[in-house]
Antibody
C-alpha cells in the first residue's frame, strides 16, 4: 500500500527558503503514470495546488507560485522535494505531498497535464515567523 | 482560473440519513471533477473522480453526479465515520483548483 510522508522544518524565517521532502513507500516513484505533487492549505483558506514533478525531471507549477518554487524527484531515494523561496507569513500553511494522476488516454500520457490526486500524505504544518 | 464554490459550508445529518453536498464551477469543467474526504489528523482521501467514478475501496454509499458547472456528492446513509470535511477539485483547466470545503456533522 502506498504511503507518503512529509518531513522538514516546522518553522521558517521570513525571506528564507522553505524545504520539504516527501518519502514514498509501497509504489515506484519512477512510474510513467504519475507525477508527484505538493498542495497546501493556509489557515482559513482553500487548498492550493503548488506544483508537480516527475521522475524524468519535468516539473509543472501553479503560475501564482512558479517564480518561487522548485520541485524535484530523487528516484535513488524514492523521495521528492519542494523548495519555496523568499517566504512570507502568507506561506504559513499545512503542506501535503500527493501522488498526482497523469493525464493518459489511449496509451499516450501527456506531458505537463494531470488530473486528480490519488494518494496524499498526512500533511505538515509550516509556520513562517521570525 | 476556475473558481469552485461549495455549499453549504456545514451540513448536519442524522445517522442513516442522506447528505447532499454541492460544488459549482465558475465555468464548465466538463466531467473533470474529483471529491476528497479529509478527517482531522489524517491524509485526505480520494473519493470520486470523473465526477461519478468511485475510487478504489470507497463504499457504495458515496456517489457523485453532475457535469459542466454543477456537481453533487451524495452520502446515501450517513455513518459516524463519515464526519469529515469534503472538497471538490476541478482538473479541466490549468491551474487545478479546489472548493473551500463542506463540513459534514452528525445531528
Amino acid at each position: 500500500q502506498l504511503q507518503l510522508q512529509e518531513s522538514g522544518p516546522a518553522l521558517v524565517k521570513p525571506s528564507e527558503t522553505l524545504s520539504l521532502t516527501c518519502t514514498v513507500s509501497g509504489a515506484s516513484i519512477s512510474s510513467n503514470d504519475y507525477y508527484w505533487g505538493w498542495i497546501r492549505q493556509p489557515p482559513g483558506k482553500r487548498l492550493e495546488w503548488i506544483g508537480s514533478g516527475d521522475y524524468s525531471g519535468g516539473a509543472y507549477y501553479n503560475p501564482s507560485l512558479s517564480s518561487r518554487v522548485t520541485i524535484s524527484v530523487d528516484t535513488s531515494k524514492d523521495q521528492f522535494s519542494l523548495k519555496l523561496r523568499s517566504v512570507t507569513a502568507a506561506d504559513t500553511a499545512i503542506y501535503y505531498c500527493a501522488r498526482d494522476r497523469r493525464l493518459c488516454s489511449g496509451g499516450t500520457c501527456y506531458s505537463g497535464l494531470a488530473e486528480y490526486f490519488q494518494d496524499w500524505g498526512q500533511g505538515t504544518l509550516v509556520t513562517v515567523s521570525s | 482560473e476556475v473558481v469552485m464554490t461549495q455549499s453549504p459550508a456545514t451540513v448536519s445529518v442524522s445517522p442513516g440519513e442522506r447528505a447532499t453536498l454541492s460544488c459549482r464551477a465558475s465555468q464548465s469543467v466538463s466531467g473533470n471533477l474529483a471529491w476528497y474526504q479529509r478527517k482531522p489528523g489524517q491524509a485526505p482521501r480520494l473519493l470520486i473522480y470523473g465526477a461519478s467514478t468511485r475510487a478504489t475501496g470507497i463504499p457504495a454509499r458515496f456517489s457523485g453526479s453532475g457535469s459542466g458547472t454543477e456537481f453533487t456528492l451524495t452520502i446515501s446513509s450517513l455513518q459516524s465515520e463519515d464526519v469529515a470535511a469534503y472538497y471538490c477539485q476541478q482538473y479541466n483547466n490549468w491551474p487545478r483548483t479546489f472548493g473551500q470545503g463542506t463540513q459534514v456533522e452528525i445531528k
